[in-house]
């Protein structure tokens, strides 16, 4: 079975700071990996997702994140935070042969500050 | 195009009611997948189906919760003789197949048992 660690339930950042939200999996295989934003009271969006090929995946809104097998980690960053950036976001794995079900961290609040 | 829509937004229910809560995927998606975000925790899987059948519900809590998926299309999540902790949202997402990993969210179902 695999699961997701999501370090920090709360991040606090400045406008303009850069963003650093770290996720750490456990995988029996190579799973696939997912960042999700969700704004309140909204659905999940996707930002960015990492399957196979390039380690370094770019997603929508500057948000990039890196996956190295041998840190079992999939960081989330961004150079320079936006308020719109305000959010919570969420880390999710997902084994092909589990038919795609995604297994989810616990969320990481991100706050800006002006 | 249209998204993923799941109806009601709201529903509130007392305690030992039976609640339908439905979900219509994107058009052509053949996957479709349920899970539950308890508050301020990360979405948790449900159950999926391929076409019309479950191809796994391994995460339906007990036999009080049951889904269905009659014509391949439209999918409901069905519970029975609800309890306060089945207060939560219940998201819906689709995907093209169960090979394509990329999960389309939507904006969700909040249940509120009283």
């Known amino acids: 079975a695999q699961s997701v660690t999501q370090l920090g339930s709360h991040v606090s950042v400045s406008e303009g700071a850069l963003v650093l939200l770290r996720c750490n999996y456990s995988?029996?295989?190579?799973?696939?990996l997912f960042w999700y934003v969700q704004y309140p009271n909204q659905g999940l969006q996707l930002l960015l997702k990492?399957?196979?090929?390039?380690?370094l995946v770019k997603g929508i809104n500057g948000f990039e994140a890196e996956f190295k097998k041998s840190e079992t980690s999939f960081h989330l960053t961004k150079p320079s935070a936006h308020m719109s950036d305000a959010a919570e976001y969420f880390c999710?794995?997902?084994?092909?042969?589990?038919?795609?079900?995604?297994?989810f961290g616990g969320g990481t609040r991100v706050l800006v500050k002006p | 195009g249209a998204g993923v829509s799941q109806t009601p937004s709201n529903k509130v229910t007392e305690k030992g009611k039976y609640v339908e809560l439905r979900c219509d995927p994107i058009?052509?998606?053949?996957?479709l997948y349920w899970y539950r975000q308890s508050l301020g925790q990360g979405p948790e899987f449900l159950i999926y189906?391929?076409?019309?059948?479950?191809?796994?519900d391994s995460g339906l809590p007990n036999d009080r919760f049951f889904a269905v998926r009659p014509e391949g299309s439209v999918s409901t999540l069905k519970i029975q003789r609800t309890e306060r902790g089945d207060s939560a949202v219940y998201l819906c997402?689709?995907?093209?197949?169960?090979?394509?990993?990329?999960?389309?969210f939507g904006p969700g179902t909040r249940l509120t048992v009283t």
């Open positions: 990492y399957t196979t090929g390039a380690t």
């Open positions: 189906f391929q076409g019309t059948g479950a191809a796994d």
């Open positions: 997402a689709s995907s093209l197949n169960r090979v394509q990993g990329e999960q389309y």
């Open positions: 999710a794995v997902a084994l092909k042969a589990a038919g795609n079900k995604l297994t």
């Open positions: 995988s029996s295989v190579p799973p696939y």
């Open positions: 058009s052509g998606h053949t996957a």
